[in-house]
C-alpha cells in the first residue's frame, strides 16, 4: 500500500489489523507537516500540533504519518509543541513500544495506540498515511 490514504475504510484496516502488536523499531518526527499551509495561523515549533512522523516496524513495515498529533489519552488534548511531542515519543518508544491497536475515529482518520511495557499508551491520529518497507534506519531516530 504505497498510496497517501485518507480515510480507514473497512478494507484498508483489514490490512493495517495485522500491525498490531508490532514492535516498534524507531520514530523520526520531522518539525514541518504537510498541512502546515492549510492551518489558518503560522505555525512555530512551540505551537506546533500537527506533525509528520515516520514509524519504523521491526517487521521492516515503514508507516509515514502526515498532519498526525499525539495524545496521552482517548479524551486528552493534543501535546502542543514540537520539543514536546518529540520528548514524549522518545520516552514512550524507549520502554518497548508497540502498535497496540488499529482504530478510526467518526471521520474515520486512522488512529495508533502505541502502548509500551511500562503500561502507558499515546494516541496517534493521522490525517494521511501510508504504509511502505524500510531496509535502514535514518540516523535521527528517536
Known amino acids: 500500500m504505497n498510496d497517501l490514504q485518507f480515510k480507514l475504510t473497512d478494507e484498508l484496516w483489514e490490512d493495517m489489523v495485522t500491525l498490531e502488536g508490532a514492535p516498534i523499531t524507531a520514530i523520526t518526527v520531522w ?3 504537510l498541512v502546515d ?3 489558518p495561523e ?3 515549533d512551540q ?3 500537527f506533525v509528520d512522523i515516520d514509524i519504523f516496524l521491526a517487521n521492516q513495515t ?3 504519518l502526515y498532519g498526525a498529533w499525539v495524545s496521552q489519552n482517548q479524551e486528552g488534548e493534543p501535546i502542543v509543541g514540537l520539543d514536546d511531542i518529540g520528548e514524549t515519543l522518545a520516552l514512550h518508544t524507549q520502554n518497548g513500544a508497540i502498535i497496540d491497536e488499529i482504530a478510526s ?3 474515520e482518520m486512522l488512529i495508533l495506540i502505541i502502548a509500551n511495557e511500562a503500561k502507558s499508551s499515546l494516541l496517534l491520529a493521522a490525517t494521511a498515511w501510508l504504509e511502505d ?3 535502514a534506519l535514518p540516523e535521527e531516530v528517536l
Do not use: I
Open 133 to 135: 518497507v524500510w531496509e
Open 31 to 33: 518539525d514541518r507537516s
Open 105 to 107: 475515529d467518526e471521520e
Open 47 to 49: 505551537n506546533r500540533v
Open 37 to 39: 499551509e492549510s492551518l
Open 42 to 44: 503560522p505555525v512555530t
Open 62 to 64: 515503514k508507516l509515514e
